[in-house]
């Protein structure tokens, strides 16, 4: 049997792209561009890990390094998005990799490495649960999609027309209306917001996949966005938000049914309505579109007896900054946030 060769490069070595685009899970997040495109914008240095047997690539983890006061030095595959983690051709299996992380955390003093996983991956290693997703499947046709639709649902979509809300969806046009509602957004949710040019880098790297749905008051004000990506027939919506002010004419109905309509127009058959946690707020409004929930996997390779990092939000560390930041004006926030989440995957 050939020997199985696994390498780091500080670039992405040949044949990286085409096996992704192969692959039946591969993502746009897993391609070169997307990763040259994170440390073109945030400056983190990526690691593009191959498997080869026989010289040809059979698995593929690209993995951005971050050096961070809250969290030390650790690894993540992907940072800021839902996904990324490993790719490997049918049957083949991890433990070679897992192995390999392991000497490899060693080598770069990693605190943890962590896998950002769709779908379950047969290791022992520690593995945490604590998300979900939402697939829909879409018809060929908007109209079809919205008489699958309860009755409740199709009224609920329909309100904010009536309080003269209506709907846009563009790129770049469109970057600062998504980015005003984003701001406030994260700023209310105690979250610091990611760069403005993260997101201009990624609809001017990929213009064909990216897309943002913007819906607006009768008087034009911008009263909620999301931003779209698109990879293969699917279509996720990894940031949408909402303004408070608003909500008596529910604007994050239309924004969804808009982004579901403009999935269907760029011939999608999935749509993806991206992470949540259980039973919360955001769980229970991406269920009533009639998706079907899907866990998440996100593995860790950690030091002997090490428990699993957290970090996220509810982390009660965390509690005293979310509550100062929800009350700081929106100029420092937006000014200071981007600096802050650099180190935040």
């Known amino acids: 049997m050939d020997r199985l060769e696994i390498q780091s ?9 085409e096996f992704v685009d192969q692959h039946p899970e591969g993502k746009l997040y897993h391609k070169a561009d997307w990763n040259q495109m ?56 991890p433990k070679a990799l897992f192995d390999y992380l392991e000497t490899f955390r060693d080598s770069q003093n990693y605190k943890s490495i962590e896998l950002r996983q769709e779908k379950s991956l047969n290791t022992d290693a520690q593995c945490k649960q604590h998300k979900v997703t939402f697939f829909l499947d879409l018809p060929e046709d908007a109209d079809a999609l919205l008489k699958s639709f309860k009755a409740k649902l199709r009224s609920q979509i329909r309100r904010p027309t009536k309080d003269g809300m209506h709907a846009k969806t563009g790129s770049v046009e469109l970057l600062d209306d998504f980015y005003h509602v984003f701001t406030i957004n994260m700023r209310d949710l105690g979250t610091p917001p990611l760069p403005r040019r993260f997101f201009k880098n990624i609809l001017e790297t990929f213009p064909d996949e990216a897309r943002i749905v913007s819906v607006y008051t009768k008087d034009d004000q911008p009263a909620a966005a999301s931003f779209l990506i698109k990879y293969g027939e699917t279509m996720e919506i990894p940031w949408a938000s909402s303004l408070r002010e608003f909500n008596r004419s529910s604007p994050n109905m239309l924004l969804y049914w808009e982004s579901l309509k403009l999935s269907i127009e760029m011939n999608c058959r999935r749509f993806d309505f991206g992470r949540c946690s259980p039973d919360s707020g955001t769980y229970r409004f991406k269920r009533q579109w009639g998706a079907s929930e899907s866990p998440l996997y996100w593995y860790y390779v950690l030091p002997k007896a090490e428990t699993l990092p957290q970090m996220n939000p509810k982390n009660s560390k965390f509690d005293l900054f979310i509550k100062v930041w929800q009350k700081m004006p929106l100029s420092f926030t937006n000014s200071i946030g981007p600096l802050v989440i650099k180190h935040i995957p």
Do not use: C
Not at 9 to 17: E, I, K, M, S, T
Not at 71 to 76: N, Q, R, Y
């Open 38 to 93: 994170i440390e073109r914008t945030f400056g983190h240095r990526i690691n593009y890990i191959t498997m080869r047997r026989a010289g040809q690539i059979i698995g593929v983890l690209p993995l951005t390094d971050f050096k961070s006061l809250l969290f030390g030095h650790i690894a993540v595959s992907l940072p800021y998005i839902n996904y990324g983690g490993l790719l490997l051709e049918d049957e083949t299996n």
């Open 9 to 17: 490069f500080p670039a992405p070595p040949d044949g990286w792209n």
